[in-house]
């Protein structure tokens, strides 16, 4: 494989060239491609690269899957290195459900396409390399009144491969629009997720402000809000001059948005509520004090909605604990926090309250690298972050655990030959008897040699004589120490990379 120009202007714009494997290549081809670029371009040193490579790899692995954007009769694709006239593939699939009453010609069953809405023709006329006639076709019957998902999904991806055809209104145009009708549980609301995601200064976009004003079901409200903070707390971490974007967009969705929820569902509404304000307790800068209390009293007077919310008041209470906790962390002078990996852990542990897992995959990977680098010091920190709060250092373990799920970590064999003499001897040759110096010798090993500190715990167990200088089984001293595996775990997700 050749290897790719310095300037990233100049890489490929097809995934599969990018990556470097032919076309047909199965997702164990494409992953190994995938892998052996990734250790050349680490996303600590190279984040820009490492994204445009992991969304190459993401992009093949969906097609490969099968999970890429489906149309009833056929599985959509996109390649960013033809002409823009032939940019849309459709490979088509047979469908035993019905027989159409006039099937004419019978075509090969590979290449045969079969009609599946009113827009098939106009879809037809767009593979065909009619692309501006194709968009205005479509354009037009869905300008004339709310139209089936299918059709806001190809004029958003006719848009977005061929902006040429949409100058007045852009991809996201056409996407919100078909939120608008069909709401954020749609095929269509995945993509806006990914969009936020991928792009999040779009929350701010005049498309998405105007969308907030637009839906009426309170479910679809609280979804979208809750993905337009998740990117505006992305946005802030980048930015000085307004620390409180956040906050400000936090606030004028609650008051636009309070009349449509309210008189459909409290119960939405006052998980939004919990929601804002976990966003705004949860900022190492300022807390928020104001606006914090004012949703606190507006949630406080719902006095008839506190049996149903018992648990998620104590929540939010533990919450706000340990968010304070947290920025206090931030201000120690003193060892371990001094140290340069305590910030990136005490970020992430941030980013483990605010995002879901699936979303944290490339912190968890820059996160893994520092920890690689670093690992003694990682573990005094995430020692003393245990002793401040085992919840939020529980919370680091889990993200990086449940990242490691979604990135597909082999399952490692530890029945393999030798194994557990190999573990026995190393146990009985370290001082055991003094855990808190043998767990770093422990935690090289377990590196080493591909084995999780809770596998070297069962092949002990058994042994009575290990017992720790504080009384405790060895084997239950180590399936107790989370951090412990917590440093291993980061070592498996870098090494995947």
Not at 173 to 196: K, P, Y
Not at 396 to 414: A, I, K, M, R
Not at 476 to 488: H, P
């Amino acid at each position: 494989m050749k290897p790719l120009p310095e300037d990233m202007r100049e890489w490929p714009r097809d995934p599969r060239q990018l990556l470097g494997v032919k076309p047909g290549a199965d997702a164990r081809e494409v992953k190994r491609a995938y892998v052996r670029l990734i250790k050349i371009y680490k996303p600590e040193h190279y984040p820009k690269e490492f994204r445009r490579l992991r969304d190459a790899y993401e992009a093949l692995q969906r097609l490969a899957t099968g999970q890429n954007w489906i149309i009833d009769q056929g599985h959509v694709s996109i390649s960013f290195d033809v002409p823009p006239t032939a940019q849309i593939t459709v490979t088509s699939t047979p469908n035993n459900d019905s027989a159409p009453t006039d099937p004419g010609p019978v075509a090969p069953t590979s290449e045969r396409i079969i009609p599946a809405d009113p827009f098939e023709s106009a879809w037809k006329e767009a593979l065909a390399g009619n692309v501006d006639s194709a968009y205005a076709d479509i354009s037009r019957r869905v300008l004339a009144g709310d139209q089936p998902e299918e059709a806001y999904l190809r004029l958003y991806w006719l848009a977005f491969t061929y902006p040429q055809a949409s100058p007045a209104r852009t991809a996201l145009d056409w996407l919100t629009q078909g939120l608008r009708v069909h709401g954020l549980s749609s095929r269509l609301g995945a993509i806006f997720r990914q969009r936020l995601q991928a792009s999040p200064q779009e929350a701010l976009l005049e498309p998405v402000e105007q969308l907030v004003l637009a839906l009426s079901d309170p479910r679809d409200i609280a979804d979208l809000l809750d993905c337009r903070w998740r990117a505006c707390q992305r946005l802030g971490h980048g930015q000085t001059t307004r620390p409180s974007l956040c906050v400000e967009t936090m606030t004028r969705d609650i008051e636009s948005s309070a009349a449509r929820i309210l008189a459909v569902d409290e119960l939405i509404w006052a998980n939004l509520l919990f929601r804002a304000i976990e966003h705004a307790a949860w900022d190492k800068r300022e807390p928020h004090a104001d606006f914090v209390q004012t949703l606190s009293r507006q949630l406080n007077g719902a006095h008839h909605l506190h049996s149903r919310l018992e648990t998620t008041f104590d929540e939010s209470e533990r919450l706000l604990r340990d968010a304070r906790t947290w920025r206090g962390l931030y201000r120690i002078k003193s060892s371990p926090w001094t140290s340069s990996i305590a910030p990136h852990i005490l970020d992430f542990v941030q980013a483990s309250v605010l995002f879901p897992a699936a979303e944290l995959e490339q912190d968890a990977r820059q996160l893994a690298a520092r920890i690689v680098e670093s690992p003694n010091s990682a573990l005094k920190v995430l020692d003393a972050l245990a002793t401040a709060s085992p919840l939020l250092a529980a919370r680091v373990s889990n993200t990086l655990y449940q990242v490691g799920c979604h990135c597909d970590l082999p399952e490692l064999d530890t029945s393999r030959s030798g194994l557990a003499m190999v573990a026995r001897n190393f146990v009985y040759e370290s001082p055991w008897y003094k855990y808190q110096k043998f767990r770093h010798a422990l935690l090289s090993f377990c590196c080493e040699e591909a084995i999780a500190p809770s596998d070297i715990a069962e092949l002990i167990d058994e042994d009575p004589e290990l017992v720790t200088g504080s009384r405790r089984r060895l084997s239950n001293a180590i399936s107790a120490d989370r951090t412990l595996e917590c440093v291993y775990l980061a070592h498996r997700i870098f090494g995947e990379v």
